[in-house]
């Protein structure tokens, strides 16, 4: 399938530090995108990176793809608290308006 | 953006009935889609909802199980059918904003959903 899988799983860190985490993909893309999730609520976007793009930044977030080897990071620097959540990667599939999640890196970050 | 509310937010069924998931958008969207969140995992998609026409599944879900209505651009529903515990779930109603440019999604709060 189409799904990404997400390293490391988990991870843990103290504030202040950073957290990257990774997002490999098996089929080529137009888009992929990183969200986040707090607790089983909803998703709220963080950022989209396009296939020809090869970095893109928004604030404390970091995102990289390199579409040759079909993998993205995404890191975010001098962690929060407030930044313990899931975090989840998400691939187009060409041709549809559809977005696969891939399995999510639970993020916790200690205070 | 939009603002997407969904509702029920939680609720607990009894083995072989059946729920309707609502969400409401606050702006017409052309596309929306029904994910499902199994506990721990990640997010599964069950649907495209466009209006008009039918629901288009993905694979592992069918419309008898899971029938949706798309009545118009900011509305729709998603029922869950002849529940089994093993549809415990979150639903979560996602839409895109971009026409027919694939840009970011927006979510609903989800259904939280337990099946006894």
């Known amino acids: 399938s189409q799904q990404g899988e997400e390293d490391p799983q988990a991870l843990s860190i103290q504030e202040g530090e950073n957290a990257t985490m990774n997002c490999s993909y098996k089929?080529?893309?137009?888009?992929l995108q990183w969200y986040r999730q707090n607790s089983g609520r909803g998703l709220v976007h963080l950022i989209l990176?396009?296939?020809?793009?090869r970095e893109k930044h928004s604030g404390r977030l970091r995102v990289t793809l390199d579409t040759s080897k079909k993998s993205s990071s995404l890191l975010i620097t001098a962690s929060r608290a407030a930044d313990t959540a899931s975090y989840f990667c998400a691939t187009d599939y060409p041709g549809t308006y559809k977005y696969i999640f891939g399995t999510g890196t639970r993020l916790k970050v200690l205070a | 953006s939009a603002v997407i509310s969904q509702k029920p937010s939680r609720d607990i069924c009894q083995r072989g009935t059946s729920l309707t998931i609502q969400c409401q958008v606050d702006?017409?969207?052309?596309?929306m889609f029904w994910y499902r969140q199994q506990p721990g995992q990640s997010l599964t998609l069950i649907a495209t909802?466009?209006?008009?026409?039918?629901?288009?599944?993905e694979s592992g879900f069918v419309i008898d199980k899971f029938p949706i209505s798309r009545p118009n651009l900011t509305f729709s529903t998603l029922t869950v059918s002849n529940m089994s515990p093993e549809d415990s779930s979150i639903y979560l109603c996602?839409?895109?904003?971009?026409?027919?440019?694939?840009?970011?999604?927006?979510f609903g709060e989800g259904s939280r959903l337990t099946v006894l």
């Open positions: 990176i396009r296939s020809n793009e």
């Open positions: 909802a466009n209006q008009g026409s039918e629901a288009t599944y």
């Open positions: 089929t080529s893309i137009n888009n």
């Open positions: 996602s839409v895109g904003t971009s026409g027919t440019y694939t840009g970011e999604l927006f």
């Open positions: 702006s017409q969207v052309t596309m």
